[in-house]
């Protein structure tokens, strides 16, 4: 049996996060945490996803994280700023502008391809003295135990831990075996994804249109390309998922609008339901839950990575004071330190689920009082100074 002082099941941006946060982490005496990365799948090195690749919205404060936990080097080079948001209701007059400039900002958030960023991170796990990644390894069996948790890998190695770490993603096996209290919904919507090209540099900007059936977003990614995310009801998202690439863009064009001109090219579609999933209470007796592990949220404000990286700055900073403790031989753990963290991240998690809640489903509701209602939102929001400063701020992942 090998023994860990945490073990992360999942080796995604979350897991890795944690993983190389927590390697420079030291108890009292001097001697550095053993992490452990369990993993199922490497990133193919050979893989060039080119103009399909996959990406993410990083928050103006997720790159302030990333910069104190000393990653944001690692993907700088990869992240295309967000230099301006333009939000609108289609069919009404409603406009909302944001800008990095009004802020005395270098970008209000960032967009990075998840491939190249996934593999820097894996490389960084495979080198990092202080990391054992698993990979690849899937966990068979697991049992807490007062002082412990004891994993049995399924090819028959058994590792043991202070605390055990969930960071398997929305169909996390830790979380199903924990059974623990959730809040579930179904929003009766799919999101299309796909990336695109247009007629106009997008020059940084990124566009939210809320129309009948749901929520439109561009965001702007590298070589003059945009990320598509579409909600759509299921039946709209079967029918968009069957056009050729001329129809398709077709529709989107039609949706969208010229604000970028033309679209001229639209690559692989996917598409996926969209549900809310949150655990009430994400930790339990040495075993805690982060990132979309803990919460999938509906991707209307693209917060859900960014509520995620809040966890596991927030984990680290706990157990770091733990192992900091002097006096007494510290316990990663122990309840009182699982504890303190969970209640910490509750009010974080419920305002962010309740907001992206609330905005799916008042800008996907057709009631004429209620689209007249958000446009109205809309204008006094841009009109009011305050208002737009706070929305800004919220939107740059800060309470």
């Known amino acids: 049996m090998t023994h860990y002082d945490v073990v992360i099941n999942g ?29 199922h799948a490497s990133p193919s090195l050979d893989h060039h996803s080119g103009f399909d690749a996959r990406s993410i919205a990083l928050a103006g404060h997720s790159r302030e994280l990333l910069e104190q936990l000393g990653l944001w080097s690692l993907l700088d080079d990869l992240a295309t700023p967000i230099n301006a948001i333009q939000v609108t209701d289609q069919g009404h007059l409603g406009q909302l502008n944001l800008s990095a400039t009004d802020y005395r900002l270098p970008a209000l958030g960032y967009v990075v391809e998840l491939h190249p960023v996934g593999l820097r991170l894996y490389q960084q796990l495979q080198h990092n003295p202080h990391i054992d990644l698993l990979c690849p390894a899937k966990i068979h ?61 997008h020059q940084g900007r990124a566009f939210e249109r809320f ?6 977003a561009l965001l702007p990614m590298s070589a003059g390309r945009s990320s598509l995310v579409w909600c759509v009801s299921p039946a709209r998202a079967g029918e968009l998922m069957s056009l050729d690439e001329p129809s398709f863009m077709l529709a989107l064009q039609q949706e969208f609008g010229y604000r970028l001109g033309k679209i001229t090219r639209s690559g692989q579609r996917s598409c996926y339901p969209l549900h809310l999933n949150e655990v009430r209470r994400p930790w339990h007796h040495r075993v805690v839950l982060i990132g979309n592990a ?51 991240r509750l009010a974080d998690q419920a305002e962010l689920v309740g907001m ?26 841009a009109a009011c100074t305050s208002l737009k400063s706070k929305l800004a701020w919220r939107a740059m992942g800060k309470r």
């Open 141 to 201: 069996t697991w049992l807490q135990h007062s002082s412990q948790v004891q994993l049995t890998l399924q090819d028959g190695r058994v590792l043991s831990t202070q605390l055990l770490v969930g960071a398997d993603g929305s169909h996390s096996v830790v979380a199903s075996q924990l059974k623990l209290e959730r809040r579930q919904f179904d929003y009766q919507q799919s999101a299309i994804i796909a990336n695109v090209q247009t007629q106009l540099p």
């Open 294 to 344: 803990a919460h999938l949220l509906h991707p209307i404000a693209g917060q859900g990575f960014n509520l995620g990286l809040r966890d596991v700055a927030a984990l680290i900073a706990a157990l770091k004071q733990e192992v900091s403790q002097g006096g007494r031989v510290s316990d990663l753990g122990a309840h009182a330190v699982l504890s303190d963290y969970g209640q910490s």
């Open 11 to 39: 080796g995604g941006m979350a897991g890795a996060v944690l993983a190389l946060g927590l390697s420079s982490l030291s108890r009292a005496g001097g001697q550095p945490l053993r992490i452990a990365v369990i993993e």
């Open 356 to 381: 992206t809640s609330a905005l799916a489903l008042l800008f996907s509701n057709r009631d004429p009082l209620l689209a007249t209602g958000r446009n109205l939102g809309l204008m006094t929001i």
């Open 211 to 216: 129309t009948a059936q749901g929520p439109l």
